[in-house]
């Protein structure tokens, strides 16, 4: 998964070294880190205690913390991600880790406010709660410095991927909507249909056009029916926008109907002085089908067959 971690900047953290590079972790960070390690690691069991304390006291605990099973599991993942922080060692499999940390919370819905708030509050607790001051100044202070690197690094590392896992729910949860709002259909053979409900803005009225052409392009239809009766505003910008569409149709050799024209977009649409050109329009869906089976050698059935 690292190969794909791309901050909201653009910056490269692909590699350990990248990453490293981003935030200045030395050689000498990780082993300053390390030293301080051999002070808390000890103390883990009191760390993650402490800090369960004060996870309790956010209102969503008991919504990503439903029963003992789960808080205990959760408990030994972080022992074992913050036993290997103080083991001064960022190599690829430590960072490809840390984005397996952001992909896990990206699943869950995480807040990320909550992510960055137990960071800070962590690291509180490894650099002055839990530390015994055993370390002269200089060292101290250089894994304080490390401390805060790596949490910043690491910080980094789950956000891209947690950003990179939202950004592809959200493109396929688009899609899907996409889909559900232009659901070309084909009906008979050679005929298509789309039912129109609701507004049309720029975006959509392309979206239409994409999933039109391409139905047709896969179906080889030769009548395209275009139902606007669920439309709820035509005006100049939607009357063109269909316009447009059942033009690029006739591009593809397919003859495109715009139904459910009611007497009162019809007088909008010409008091706007929109012109329709050779656009074919009918009153309703039932005249546009009747058109489209004539048209292709089927004998319409009455109302009541």
């Not at 800070?120 to 894994?143: H, I, Q, R």
């Amino acid at each position: 998964m690292a190969d794909n971690s791309m901050s909201s900047h653009g910056t490269k953290m692909n590699t350990a070294e990248e990453a490293c590079s981003l935030f200045r972790l030395t050689d000498s960070d990780l082993a300053a880190l390390k030293r301080l390690g051999e002070r808390v690691v000890p103390k883990m069991d009191a760390f993650v205690e402490q800090f369960y304390v004060w996870l309790k006291t956010l209102p969503e605990y008991e919504v990503y913390f439903p029963d003992e099973a789960m808080v205990q599991h959760v408990k030994s993942l972080q022992r074992d991600y913050w036993v290997e922080v103080f083991e001064g060692v960022v190599d690829q499999s430590y960072v490809d880790r840390r984005a397996t940390v952001g992909e896990t919370h990206a699943r869950i819905g995480l807040p990320l406010g909550i992510y960055f708030s137990a960071m800070n509050y962590a690291v509180t607790l490894f650099s002055v709660d839990l530390y015994d001051g055993n370390l002269n100044a200089d060292d101290y202070a250089a894994a304080v410095i490390a401390l805060n690197k790596v949490a910043s690094m690491d910080t980094a590392l789950v956000v891209d991927t947690y950003a990179r896992i939202s950004n592809e729910a959200a493109a396929a949860q688009s899609k899907a909507i996409m889909e559900m709002s232009t659901p070309v259909t084909q009906i008979w053979e050679g005929i298509l249909l789309l039912p129109l409900v609701g507004l049309i803005d720029s975006k959509r009225a392309q979206d239409i056009m994409d999933a039109s052409l391409a139905k047709i392009a896969d179906t080889q239809a030769r009548i395209f029916i275009l139902d606007i009766s669920g439309v709820g505003v035509v005006d100049t910008a939607v009357a063109n926008y269909l316009i447009k569409v059942t033009k690029a149709t006739r591009l593809m050799g397919c003859q495109s109907t715009i139904s459910g024209v009611s007497p009162a977009i019809a007088q909008t649409m010409t008091e706007l002085g929109i012109d329709v050109g050779n656009v074919r329009t009918t009153a309703n869906m039932r005249d546009a089908l009747s058109l489209a089976l004539q048209a292709q050698g089927v004998a319409a059935p009455r109302v009541g067959d």
